[in-house]
């Protein structure tokens, strides 16, 4: 049965552009092969909320498709062992909720100051 996913990758954040590129367009071929392919999103650049290999940073991406079943086993299969993805997490799209997108143009470095107020706050 078709259903619709989308797919959140976190590819490590001090990856060069090229490489990012590269490794989004990897996926993007991978999904066209198996699924219908709608859109990717990309957020961007932003903290983690914690270390994940000691990475601070991530580049968000958001895939949306629509495929059978075992897409997420095939996903996870075929990007396992990719060095350059630190998290990935494939659900079930409720087709009824609207999708509400993050914005793009998020500073990280805004988001790094609020943090920081943040645990300076609790330190005081």
């Known amino acids: 049965m078709v259903k619709s996913y989308e797919t959140m990758v976190v590819f490590d954040g001090t990856l060069p552009d090229e490489v990012l590129k590269k490794e989004q367009e990897k996926i993007e071929k991978f999904l066209k092969e ?9 957020w961007g650049k932003m903290a983690l909320a914690y270390e994940i290999n000691r990475k601070k940073t991530g580049n968000y ?5 629509k495929g059978d079943g075992d897409i997420a086993t095939q996903f996870d299969h075929e990007f396992k062992l990719d060095t350059a993805i630190l998290r990935h997490l494939t659900v079930v ?8 997108l993050i914005d793009p143009d998020r500073d990280l470095a ?10 300076n706050g609790q330190a005081n």
Do not use: I, V
């Not at 991406?61 to 498709?65: G, I, K, T, W």
């Not at 799209?93 to 509400?100: G, L, V």
């Open 34 to 42: 198996r699924t219908t392919f709608e859109r990717t999103d990309l």
């Open 61 to 65: 991406c958001l895939f949306l498709y």
């Open 93 to 100: 799209r409720n087709e009824k909720a609207p999708t509400k």
């Open 110 to 119: 805004k988001t790094s100051e609020s943090q920081e107020e943040a645990a």
